[in-house]
């Protein structure tokens, strides 16, 4: 599959079959996630694998779309490092960034994932904070359940020239 491909064929997979996905394919997805670009390379993520099934399924108690937890055998947790940012302000870009990087690396293995938000929604934040006992320069970003697809989803066209301007408004 090609890049271009990928981005126009991804979409949000929410149901995953109970095939395990393998410890190698997480490598390479967090490998694509690594790469993105980030504020003056100051790549301030952290990546947390999480398989526990008593922590995931205790994620749906506090955050309402995130169901799909509950059949997932993995997922992963995008997190800043505030210590490691140079660049005031640009973490959680920097981890918006890992985040899709993920996103189109899963899809591009055939596997399906979704984009769980968890900052800047405080308690998502604050609970995820507690539950994975994390220390307080570490922020939850974005949490990613990986499977194998249980479902098939169209790509629909989303070009839409009126959102296209040129050299002035
Ligand atoms: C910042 C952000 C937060 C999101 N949070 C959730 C979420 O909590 N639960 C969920 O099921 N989908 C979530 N999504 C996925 C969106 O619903 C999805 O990307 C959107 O509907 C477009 O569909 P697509 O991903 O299939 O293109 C989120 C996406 C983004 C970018």
């Known amino acids: 599959m ?6 126009l064929s991804r ?3 929410r149901q995953y079959t109970p095939k395990p996905v393998s410890r190698e394919m997480i490598r390479e997805i967090l490998h694509g996630a690594m790469s993105a670009p980030s504020a003056g390379n100051e790549r301030p993520w952290h990546f947390i694998i999480m398989t526990d099934r008593a ?8 955050h309402p779309y995130s169901a799909m937890l509950k ?7 995008v997190c800043g490092d505030v210590n490691l940012e140079k660049h005031k302000g640009y973490w959680a870009l920097d981890c918006a960034a890992a985040t899709e990087n993920m996103l189109l690396a899963i899809h591009a293995k055939g596997l399906g994932a979704v984009w769980c938000g968890v900052y800047p929604t405080e308690d998502r934040v604050a609970n995820l904070q507690k539950l994975l006992k994390l220390p307080v320069h570490i922020i939850p970003f974005s949490l990613i359940p990986v499977g194998f697809p ?7 066209d989303r070009f839409d020239e009126s959102r296209v301007h040129e050299n002035q408004w």
């Open 2 to 7: 090609n890049t271009l491909d990928a981005i």
């Open 11 to 13: 979409r949000s997979i």
């Open 55 to 62: 922590l995931l399924n205790e994620i749906p108690k506090f």
């Open 71 to 77: 059949q997932a055998s993995v997922a992963i947790l």
């Open 150 to 156: 249980a479902e098939a989803k169209q790509a629909g």
